[in-house]
């Protein structure tokens, strides 16, 4: 299999798997965590068979692989079946999209393994094509994806006779080995829920930058064409011989790329839910193929997890709303320490997550669980603690201007008189008192006047009201901000979102 040196994941999963541990596996994509999983379990069936005389049996197999993808169970069948050329060992694939007869024939002979999606082995054990009896080994490939799609409740129906299984006193228990490249909180949860005790395994760069991949950011302005910068980025890509991957987040964008792209007599093919399953393997074969006659892949992120590319160049013509997904996109070039490169291009709504990603990829930090939604929230969290903080601060300073006063300058305040420190430590005179007392009378009495005497001829107090209307005490201020302002910033921010381009939500059988 032409490998010398383990990488850091096989050198984690390989010795725990082979001790029997239930574990979780998260390293980045394309650094073999197909292998850290599938050379150990080959091991111990044979060790099995050596010790209990255990043989290969039909339609009883010993290690289950699921996966959320018919494309990545070809890819992990094609590597069990690599194994086989040097071990006695036999695999079969059973995956939605393909017929059942011949999978049911498949499974009618003696099988150590069988590779599927959740669906697909589902229905073969209703029917009675595959038996849980011999079943010591359970691997959940793509992991993540499987419990972000909505795969729990077959994972859960498939898991169930075996859970059932082991709880007997004198019951058969059964392994799991879980492999992701992402693992988000919300995921890691569920697998402790799911699986109480599994030991997490971590490799030093998930949810980080490969090193051997370039990064380049392009901001676009409001008057540049996004398709014309595409095609800018995307020629000399092309004629330095590279396989290139576009990236859309929509079916409507991902046609009206692969359309201008044609129109511009480039070789194309589609890869989105709208695709037929035979025929994305077709177009996967055509991009694939050393004749270059389709370099270029325009795809959604049906394309971003779990398939195995040779791609020289990554492009996001529409950059993605978390940071899980550009690890992914990001994941299908740089591969097994090859290089790589990666362009986006940013539009202005793209800045706020693109210039965290950006600077997350400079600091080399980690960039779990970062979203668009969630920059933006922080930015108005930081901008209302500013706000906040220069009000403290505002606060702090006239109340000092109010303390350093000189003496006997008069208080705005109307019940507040200033005396010297001498007189304030001395107890008034009754004299005193009541002027002070007289003082304030005479300023509340002449606050609560609604009306001017008769006698009274100031031309102020006919200037301040407008007509013959009774004074209300509360004036509009003439700078005020009219009550339609804020509508106004509303009404544009809704102006970003376009209902007619609604994200792609493919089904995997």
């Known amino acids: 299999m032409s490998i010398e040196t383990p990488t850091e994941i096989q050198c984690l999963g390989i010795p725990a798997v082979l001790e029997g541990q239930s574990v979780v596996l998260g390293s980045h994509t394309g650094s073999g965590k197909t292998l850290s999983y599938l050379l150990p379990i080959v091991q111990l069936i044979r060790q099995d068979e050596a010790l209990s005389g255990r043989m290969m049996k039909p339609k009883r197999p010993r290690a289950v692989v699921l996966c959320p993808t018919r494309e990545l169970s070809e890819q992990v069948f094609h590597v069990a079946k690599s194994i086989s050329h040097h071990a006695r060992f036999r695999s079969i694939m059973v995956s939605g999209g393909g017929r059942l007869r011949p999978q049911e024939d498949s499974l009618n002979n003696p099988v150590d393994m069988v590779v599927g999606t959740p669906g697909r082995i589902l229905q073969h054990i209703e029917e009675g094509n595959i038996v849980y009896g011999d079943v010591k080994y359970v691997v959940l490939d793509e992991a993540d994806t499987m419990f972000d799609r909505g795969f729990g409740p077959d994972i859960r129906k498939f898991l169930a006779p075996l859970k059932n299984r082991a709880s007997k006193a004198e019951g058969q228990g059964f392994q799991t080995v879980l492999v992701a490249a992402t693992i988000t909180k919300g995921v890691q949860m569920l697998v402790d829920e799911e699986f109480q005790g599994i030991v997490h395994l971590r490799t030093s760069t998930l949810h980080r930058k490969v090193a051997s991949a370039r990064h380049d950011f392009i901001k676009l302005s409001g008057s540049e064409n996004k398709l014309e910068a595409l095609l800018q980025v995307l020629e000399p890509s092309l004629a330095k011989g590279n396989r290139v991957m576009v990236f859309c987040n929509t079916l409507n964008s991902s ?122 929230r922080d930015k108005a969290r930081a901008r209302i603690t500013e706000q906040k903080g220069k009000n403290v601060r505002l606060s702090k300073s006239s109340s000092q201007s109010s303390k350093t006063k000189p003496l006997g300058v008069k208080s705005n305040s109307s019940t507040k008189v200033l005396d010297s420190p001498r007189s304030s430590r001395q107890k008034p005179s009754p004299a005193t008192a009541s002027r002070r007392v007289v003082k304030v009378g005479k300023t509340l009495k002449f606050s609560k006047i609604e009306k001017p005497s008769k006698t009274v001829n100031s031309s102020k107090t006919f200037k301040s009201s407008s007509g013959p209307k009774k004074q209300t005490g509360k004036k509009r201020s003439p700078t005020a901000v009219p009550p339609g302002g804020p509508k106004l910033s509303v009404a544009a921010l809704r102006g970003r979102s376009s209902s007619s381009n609604k994200r792609e939500t493919s089904s995997f059988s």
């Not at 359309?259 to 839910?273: C, D, I, K, P, R």
């Not at 694939?288 to 398939?307: E, F, I, M, Q, Y």
């Open 255 to 376: 046609r009206a790329v692969d359309h201008f792209l044609s129109e511009n007599q480039m070789a194309t093919v589609n890869y989105h839910g709208e695709v037929p399953a035979e025929e994305r393997v077709q177009n996967l074969n055509k991009f694939k193929s050393d004749d270059g006659d389709c370099p270029t892949l325009v795809c959604t992120d049906l394309a971003a997890r779990g398939l195995d590319l040779d791609v020289d160049h990554v492009i996001m013509f529409d950059f993605p709303s978390n940071s899980v997904d550009y690890l992914h996109r990001t994941g299908r070039t740089a591969r097994m320490g090859a290089k790589g490169k990666v362009t986006s291009l940013i539009t202005k709504k793209d800045v706020p997550l693109a210039t965290r990603i950006e600077e997350a990829i400079r600091k080399n930090e980690s960039l779990e669980s970062l979203t668009m939604d969630g920059v933006r």
